[in-house]
């Protein structure tokens, strides 16, 4: 699959540009699973999940580094407002119109980055289908035990964190766990957390822009 290719949603497939010629979809997924078994797609599946992460972590580290470069203009911009109670001067749009002169580079990386990030996790929930197709054809028990045991961990960690004094949080049984969950397809990349960071500086100004 090159960069030129372009997922359909509808489709569920990706497709080659200009050609219109399918280079992956969900048989794709089917004959990796045929070749190499569930442990040998779930194996690729992890190797996307520490791409994923880098990626993530690379994108971040760049933001910061970005936006930092960025924080006399948000000064110069924020100074120019003020006060809020009044109508912004005339130097407000000379110091915007130069700070957005330097933003698409800073986008056209970012959305290089972005694009690749969401490219993997579309292939991660692909083959997460499949695992779990899988699972519920050949162990459909364990699936099920594996799903409750999903929710009730999720339940658990959402009273943890709405009153920590009185429920601890299960850390014990989820690295126990998450290899069979992931194993079965039951895990949703789209809501894991890859890396944690502190705030990106004024990035919600810096995309708002």
Partial sequence: ????????????SWYELPSGEQ??????????????????????????CF?????????????????DAFTEGFEAVEAALAPTSSL??????????????????LFEVMGRRFHTIGRTQLLRRYIGGELRAH????????????????????DDLLRHYANPADNPMPLRIVPEVVPFMDLAGVADPQTKVYVASKPVGPLAFLLGA
């Fill in 135 to 154: 699972c519920k054809q050949h162990a459909h028990t364990l699936y099920n035990a594996l799903r409750v045991t999903n929710d009730s961990l999720v």
């Fill in 51 to 67: 791409s994923a992460a880098k990626e993530c972590a690379t994108t971040i580290g760049e933001m910061r580094k970005s936006v």
């Fill in 88 to 105: 912004p001067n005339e130097a407000l749009s000379r110091t915007y119109e130069a700070m957005l002169n330097r933003l698409p580079t």
């Fill in 1 to 12: 699959m090159s960069k030129t290719a372009i997922f359909i949603p509808a489709l569920g």
């Fill in 23 to 48: 280079a992956v979809g969900d048989r794709t997924f089917a004959a990796i699973n045929n070749a190499i078994g569930p442990q040998g797609l779930a194996a690729v599946d992890r190797i996307l």
